[in-house]
């Protein structure tokens, strides 16, 4: 499959953005797969940011949970990550992935590809 987020920007703390990622390729895995959204400081490794399930539940990094929604739309084969009260430390490049496994309670491990992220800037 092949990934591409979009939907990054610049914008002012308290600023949303909703990011997309649309995949092609095996739509089939959106009936099999956890999905989610991942981030990159410079220099760092990706962080997780949030998943979600076949059945819809999600799970997010306790420093976006409440700010941060995941979604997907299986017929459109896509996932979205919407951003609201952004703050400057969110600012990184975002990426989507769409094979995750859980390997302790919401601890999670991404294990399919990368495809080219989307930054998100967040300064006043």
């Known amino acids: 499959v092949q990934l591409q987020a979009s939907g990054g920007g610049s914008v002012q703390p308290g600023g949303s953005l909703r990011l997309s990622c649309e995949v092609s390729g095996d739509g089939s895995i959106f009936s099999t797969n956890v999905m989610g959204w991942y981030r990159q400081f410079p220099g760092k490794q990706h962080e997780f940011v949030a998943a979600?399930?076949?059945?819809?539940?999600?799970n997010y990094l306790p420093p976006v949970k409440g700010r941060f929604t995941i979604s997907r739309d299986n017929a459109k084969k896509a996932i979205y990550l919407q951003m609201n009260d952004l703050k400057p430390e969110d600012t990184a490049v975002y990426y989507c992935?769409?094979?995750?496994?859980?390997?302790?309670?919401?601890?999670?491990?991404?294990?399919?590809?990368w495809g080219q992220g989307t930054q998100v800037t967040v300064s006043s």
């Open positions: 979600i399930t076949t059945e819809g539940s999600t």
């Open positions: 992935n769409v094979d995750l496994r859980e390997i302790a309670h919401g601890i999670w491990f991404a294990v399919g590809s």
